[in-house]
C-alpha cells in the first residue's frame, strides 16, 4: 500500500492518510498554459479496453473543523491503449477548477489517486463492423482517440480511420499532431500490423481562432461538405461508416444530428450500433 500525501500538505496536517489507490506520477508534459499530459504507475491487475474513462485525482485539503481529508475525483479518459504499461492521461488546466488547479503542479515521483473501474461507450465493441471509423474530438476530447490510434484493433478492424481535432489556436493542436507523428513511426505497431498499417491514419486537424490551413468547426465543415471534399469522400453511409464522438454537449448534439442525417444509429456497449458519444466534461 502507498502512502498518498496530499499535494501542497502543509505542516498543519497531522494524518496522513493511506490509499490503496495511489499510483506514482512518472512523466509530465505542458503543452500550453491549457493543457498538460501526464503518465502515471499502472496497478498491475488494472484492465481496460482502449477508449474507456476512469476517475482520478489527488487527497482534498484537510476540512478545517475535524482535519479529515476526502478524494477529490473527476472521470479521465485513458489516452494511453490497453497494452501500455503505464497510464497515460491528458487534461485541461482550469485555473479555478477544484482538481486541476492542483493537478496541473503535479511532479514525477508525486502521487495521484486512481479509481480500477474504467468504464465508458468509445470502445470498439459498441460499434458494428463497419469499412471506414471517424474519431471527432474537440479540445482534451482526443484523450479518447489518443489511446484508440494506438490500438491495434483499430488497424485490423477498419480500411481507413479519420481523425478529426478541432481547437481554439494552433498550439492546442500540438499533443495530437505529435501523437499521430509517433504512430505513423511506431516499429512496434509497424511490425504487428505491417508496413502500410500507417496509411490508414487519416488526421484531419481545424482551428476555429487562429489562422492555420484549415479553419472551422467540423459539424460545419461536415454541413458544407468541405470536409468530405477535402478527404475525397462521398460522404457517409450506414453500412461503410463508424464514428465515435468527444466534445462539448453542444457539439455532441451537433454531430449526432449530422450523423443521423446520414443514417448512423448511436451504439451502447450492450447495443452495438454505427456510432457513439462521450461527453469531454460537464458544463
Ligand atoms: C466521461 C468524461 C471524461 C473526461 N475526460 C477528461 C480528460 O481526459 N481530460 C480532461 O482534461 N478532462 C476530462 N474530463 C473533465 C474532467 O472530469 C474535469 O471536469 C476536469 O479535469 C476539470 O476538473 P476541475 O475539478 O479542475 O474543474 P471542474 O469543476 O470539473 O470544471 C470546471 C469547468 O471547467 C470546464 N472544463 C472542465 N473540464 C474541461 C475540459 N476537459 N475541457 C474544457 N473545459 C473543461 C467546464 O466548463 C467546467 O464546468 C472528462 C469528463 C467526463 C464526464
Redesign the pocket.
Known amino acids: 500500500m502507498t502512502e498518498l500525501k496530499p499535494v501542497n500538505q502543509t505542516s498543519a496536517v497531522k494524518a496522513t492518510p493511506t490509499l490503496p489507490d495511489a499510483q506514482i506520477v512518472t512523466d509530465v508534459k505542458h503543452w500550453t498554459d491549457r493543457l498538460f499530459s501526464f503518465r502515471v504507475s499502472r496497478p498491475a491487475s488494472l484492465r481496460f479496453r482502449s477508449g474507456e ?1 476512469v476517475m482520478i485525482g489527488l487527497m482534498g485539503d484537510p476540512d478545517p473543523k475535524t482535519g479529515k481529508q476526502k478524494p477529490l475525483l ?4 485513458i ?1 494511453s491503449p490497453a497494452w501500455d504499461e503505464e497510464l497515460e ?4 488546466k ?1 485555473q479555478d ?5 492542483r493537478l496541473q503542479h503535479i511532479k514525477p515521483g508525486d502521487q495521484i489517486i486512481l479509481r480500477p473501474k474504467p468504464v ?1 461507450t468509445l470502445v470498439h465493441d459498441a460499434l458494428l463492423p463497419g469499412k471506414r471509423l471517424w474519431f471527432f474530438a474537440t ?2 476530447g482526443l ?1 479518447p482517440f489518443a489511446s484508440l490510434i494506438r490500438e491495434p484493433q483499430t488497424y485490423e478492424d477498419y480500411d481507413q480511420i479519420i481523425l478529426t481535432h478541432t481547437c481554439r489556436d494552433v498550439a492546442e493542436l500540438e499533443y495530437g499532431r505529435k501523437l499521430v507523428e509517433d504512430v505513423r513511426n511506431d516499429a512496434l505497431l509497424a511490425e504487428l500490423m505491417g508496413e502500410g498499417f500507417a496509411d490508414k491514419l487519416v488526421y484531419y486537424p481545424t482551428t476555429t481562432r487562429e489562422q492555420s490551413p484549415r479553419m472551422g468547426r467540423v459539424t460545419d465543415l461536415l454541413k458544407d461538405g468541405t470536409l468530405f471534399r477535402d478527404l475525397g469522400i462521398e460522404g457517409m453511409s450506414a453500412k461503410d461508416d463508424r464514428a465515435m464522438v468527444c466534445g462539448s454537449i453542444g457539439l455532441n448534439k451537433d454531430l449526432k444530428d449530422i450523423l443521423e442525417s446520414f443514417g448512423l444509429r448511436e451504439g451502447a456497449n450492450s447495443d452495438p450500433a454505427e456510432y457513439v458519444v ?6
Open positions: 474513462f473527476r472521470a479521465y479518459s489516452a492521461f491528458y487534461s485541461i482550469v477548477g477544484p482538481l486541476t488547479s465508458g479540445g482534451t484523450a462521450e461527453k469531454a466534461f460537464v458544463g
